[in-house]
């Protein structure tokens, strides 16, 4: 999920650097951009639901609200990555999953 969030971040760069006079780049940006974060969504939802069991949840409490919030900033819904093109979303949603991934960690440690 972070390497797809961090192609994301990379591919809103480089949208916002384009000459406006490429739509035919910047038109490609955004598919990508898209593609990316329907990836970082799916990663994200398989580590939700396939990893994560009932024990993680209580020891993490605010573990549903964080997968909540990071799927809904890979979206493409208000404040979403896939309808953005602020790299401060990109951003975002890279801190989550870094909160996501610690989380992992110490689970896999246990």
Same mark, same amino acid.
């Given at each position: 999920? &972070?390497?797809?969030?961090?192609?994301?971040?990379?591919?809103?760069?480089?949208?916002?650097?384009?000459?406006?006079?490429? /739509?035919?780049?910047?038109? &490609?940006?955004?598919?990508?951009?898209?593609? &990316?974060?329907?990836?970082?969504? =799916? =990663?994200?939802?398989?580590?939700?639901?396939?990893?994560?069991?009932? /024990? =993680?949840?209580?020891?993490? /409490?605010?573990?549903?609200?964080?997968?909540?919030?990071?799927?809904?900033?890979?979206?493409?819904? /208000?404040?979403?990555?896939?309808?953005?093109?602020?790299?401060?979303?990109?951003?975002?949603?890279?801190?989550?999953?870094?909160?996501?991934?610690?989380?992992?960690?110490?689970?896999?440690?246990?």
């Amino acid at each position: 999920a &972070r390497i797809e969030a961090q192609s994301v971040k990379a591919v809103i760069e480089k949208y916002n650097a384009a000459d406006a006079a490429d /739509p035919a780049f910047k038109a &490609r940006c955004l598919f990508i951009k898209e593609e &990316r974060s329907e990836l970082v969504k =799916h =990663h994200l939802w398989v580590l939700w639901t396939d990893y994560f069991k009932p /024990p =993680h949840f209580e020891k993490y /409490p605010d573990l549903h609200q964080l997968f909540n919030e990071a799927t809904k900033l890979a979206g493409g819904g /208000p404040g979403g990555a896939k309808s953005s093109d602020d790299p401060a979303v990109a951003d975002e949603l890279l801190a989550k999953i870094d909160e996501i991934a610690e989380i992992f960690a110490e689970t896999k440690a246990a």
